[in-house]
């Protein structure tokens, strides 16, 4: 089945800073690659997406890359700010599979003031 | 305000004894699952479903069974619980024509196996 990993378990940063999360897939048949913030004792929520036939995506501050044939991705946030502090998954998923996603473990995020 | 519902927020269970977490989501997606988190373990599938009347088993699936009658409900039973399926559990559910679409969580059940 499907791997993902995820690096680096915990990143921080300076207010302002950018910030850079990587992940790696192993089933070249994935197809969506999605992203989550979890703040501390809430839920997972959808923060930005990519499909397989996209390189790049951006929305304000958050973008995403897509390398398919390094299958690779990273989501990368720029000028950042306190309230960005957070775990962060990516995930990936194939679309004709249920679209059952595999989660990577995480990343904490913490931006110092 | 639509989205997913899920009961109870916490529970402290006995080992041996059975639970059902409920979801109840009132978006009218086809799909439907069923994650654990555990600390350092990030997001693990226990079930899912396509669509109503349909079930599948995911990464962790022992310990657990799930039905799905119909469209919005989808509960997670454990039939004899044990110490190691202590854990928060997330219900989700995607509108999933095949395509593959970010998902919409429920808030959680923090459940305790003692």
């Known amino acids: 089945g499907e791997n993902v990993e995820q690096h680096p378990s915990t990143l921080s940063v300076q207010e302002g800073d950018s910030a850079v999360i990587k992940c790696t897939y192993s089933?070249?048949?994935?197809?969506?690659f999605p992203w989550y913030k979890q703040e501390l004792g809430k839920r997972p929520q959808l923060i930005i997406d990519i499909r397989s036939n996209v390189g790049e995506k951006k929305d304000q501050r958050i973008a995403v890359t897509l390398n398919k044939t390094a299958k690779h991705f990273s989501l990368h946030i720029t000028e950042t700010q306190p309230e960005d502090s957070a775990v962060y998954f990516c995930?990936?998923?194939?679309?004709?599979?249920?679209?059952?996603?595999?989660f990577g473990d995480g990343t904490t995020l913490t931006v110092k003031p | 305000t639509a989205g997913i519902t899920q009961a109870p927020t916490s529970q402290i269970l006995a080992a041996g004894r059975s639970m059902t977490l409920r979801c109840t989501q009132d978006m009218r997606h086809n799909a439907m699952y069923w994650y654990r988190q555990d600390l350092g373990l990030g997001l693990r599938l226990i079930h899912y479903s396509n669509t109503a009347g349909t079930t599948g088993k995911g990464e962790v699936p022992d310990g657990y069974s799930v039905s799905r009658a119909n469209t919005d409900d989808f509960p997670l039973t454990l039939a004899s619980a044990v110490p190691s399926q202590t854990s928060v559990y997330f219900c989700a559910s995607s509108d999933l024509p095949g395509g593959g679409y970010g998902y919409t969580f429920g808030s959680g059940t923090r459940l305790t196996v003692v």
């Open positions: 089933d070249s048949a994935s197809n969506y």
């Open positions: 995930a990936a998923s194939i679309g004709t599979n249920a679209g059952k996603s595999t």
